[in-house]
């Protein structure tokens, strides 16, 4: 991937409210499970989580594991268990996952459960909160678990608004939370790896300049699978290859020029929804410590 896109950056006024009524909730907080997208282990880490979870017991959960390349993703597990964090990797949308969640739920707890029977206390539900970058799968998370449709989810970044509390059983009450991202993306790719994934308002995106950013990585890292879809030539610049997939989908303006703009917005949707083939965005060797 180059640096040639715009910087992204996407930090409304309702993150900001967010983070504080997190603040506000974590007092009542047993453990923090973080969700990140697998296409995207390491970018879609909220570095603002490290501050404001301080203190508390916290898992990994990696879901859309089901569009992720599964070799990235048995080396994204391994690299994280390497460093001693615990993670389940998952598609959030089915409940298979469910019991290796909550074993690892009462395991991160154990401690905590075991201070509280010393101290006569019994059956105190534990509070978890979900939290993650927006669109990663926090709230179909917690309807999985939950076996029902609690908490609203849907395909774009921003659906949740609020902190919600769900009950789930067997003493557990989770709590849904809004997606947070940060101020800044120190490095500029991270918001084009985020966008480029569905967790930044399209309506902040130029969608021609991000769908030449995949079409790139994709025909350097998963070369053919345009060629399948499309049909198009993976030879010459980006910018050639969508203009390719525009003239093979009839996607044309007025006066028979090929629509670049519908062709940047079907591909990036064929990209999020893995219609061009499963891909993981960075693998754990390019990290530089
Ligand atoms: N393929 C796949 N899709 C998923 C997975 N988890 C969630 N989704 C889909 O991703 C979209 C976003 O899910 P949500 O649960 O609304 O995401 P969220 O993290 O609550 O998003 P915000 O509330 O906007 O922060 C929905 O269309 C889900 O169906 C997964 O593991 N695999
Ligand atoms: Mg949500």
């Excluded at 404001?52 to 390349?69: E, I, P, S, V, Y």
């Excluded at 390497?82 to 401690?111: C, F, H, M, W």
Aim: glycine share 8%; net charge positive; charged share 30%.
């Amino acid at each position: 991937m180059s640096e040639t896109t715009a910087k992204i950056n996407w930090y409304p006024g309702h993150m900001t409210k967010a983070v504080r009524s997190m603040k506000e909730d974590l007092k009542l907080i047993d453990l923090v499970i973080e969700l990140i997208d697998a296409r995207v282990p390491l970018s879609s880490r909220n570095p603002d989580l490290d501050g404001l979870c301080r203190g508390k017991a916290r898992f990994l959960l990696m879901t859309k594991a089901d569009l992720a390349d599964p070799q990235a993703n048995d080396r994204w597990r391994a690299y994280y268990e390497a460093k001693g964090l615990a993670v389940v990797v998952t598609d959030a949308r089915n409940g298979r996952d469910k019991s290796a969640i909550e074993a690892q739920i009462r395991t991160a707890l154990q401690k905590k459960s075991e201070r509280d029977r010393a101290r006569g206390i019994m059956n105190r539900p534990l509070r978890v909160m979900i939290a993650g970058i927006p669109n990663v799968g926090k709230s179909t998370l917690i309807n999985s678990l939950a076996g029902k449709t609690a908490a609203k989810t849907g395909d774009k970044p921003g659906v949740t608004k609020g902190n919600q509390w769900i009950n789930i059983g067997r003493g557990v009450e989770l709590l849904d939370t809004p997606g947070i991202l940060w101020p800044r993306f120190e490095d500029p790719m991270v918001g084009v790896k985020l966008a480029l994934i569905g967790s930044i308002n399209d309506n902040i995106l130029d969608a021609e300049e991000l769908a030449c950013e995949g079409i790139k990585y994709l025909v350097s890292n998963y070369p053919g699978v345009i060629n399948a879809r499309y049909g198009a030539c993976e030879e010459g610049m980006s910018y050639e290859v969508l203009t390719d997939i525009a003239r093979h989908r009839n996607l044309v303006k007025s006066g028979a020029a090929p629509d670049t703009l519908r062709a940047a917005r079907l591909f990036l949707d064929d990209l999020r929804s893995s219609r061009t083939g499963r891909f993981t965005l960075e693998v754990p060797e390019e990290i530089r410590a």
